[in-house]
């Protein structure tokens, strides 16, 4: 059997893939996070995706205008363009595992664009179920991350989650700890 990873790299466009792809990055006006992502396991290297959603440039813009979208079929209606900053795919013994993050430097909500995010990941794994003959409930995380220059461990980085939203704090996203923490 193949495995979930391969099958989501063959199924998704490369020009979302995140790159590097052991960090999520935030930058914007004053907003400078670098969030290094640590996929050590038990049984070595948990292999993991990460896709960052920023919108594209569109081929169909008119002659000399630039335009971009993030989801080309949705018109720049209030909130239709919104997504989490990064959809991480990981497996872990035989089961996918989503995490959907938005990076936030200050206290502002984070809940449209992680509902935003849930939705297109439930549209990524429904097209990977019907693509390839699949039937995948993953297991689904809701991350905000809240950038933090205190040195973080794996077991101290996780907050109480509220609404099933985790606050994660620190430099670092622990891949195994927070699946082994969350379940």
């Not at 006006?29 to 995706?49: C, F, H, S, T």
């Not at 990076?103 to 297109?120: M, Y």
């Not at 179920?129 to 905000?144: E, K, M, W």
Request: glycine share 8%; net charge positive.
């Amino acid at each position: 059997m193949n495995s979930y990873i391969l099958l989501l790299s063959e199924l998704l466009d490369k020009r979302y893939l995140a790159d590097p792809q052991q960090y999520c990055i935030e930058k914007n006006g004053q907003v400078d996070m670098r969030i290094r992502i640590e996929a050590k396991g038990k049984n070595g290297k948990i292999p993991y995706l990460l896709y960052k959603f920023e919108p594209l440039e569109q081929p169909q813009a008119k002659k000399g205008e630039k335009e971009t979208k993030l989801i080309p079929f949705f018109s720049k209606v209030k909130g239709a363009q919104s997504c989490c900053d990064y959809l991480l795919f990981a497996e872990q013994g035989g089961q996918l595992h989503v995490l959907v993050i938005e990076l936030k430097k200050g206290r502002e909500s984070v809940t449209a664009q992680i509902a935003a995010g849930i939705g297109l990941m439930e549209y990524i794994v429904a097209t990977l179920n019907r693509v390839y003959d699949l039937n995948i409930t993953p297991a689904i995380y809701r991350i905000s991350i809240r950038g933090s220059k205190q040195r973080n461990n794996a077991k101290k980085q996780i907050l109480s989650p509220v609404n099933g939203l985790y606050t994660l704090k620190g430099e670092k996203l622990y891949i195994n700890q927070l699946i082994q923490n969350i379940e």
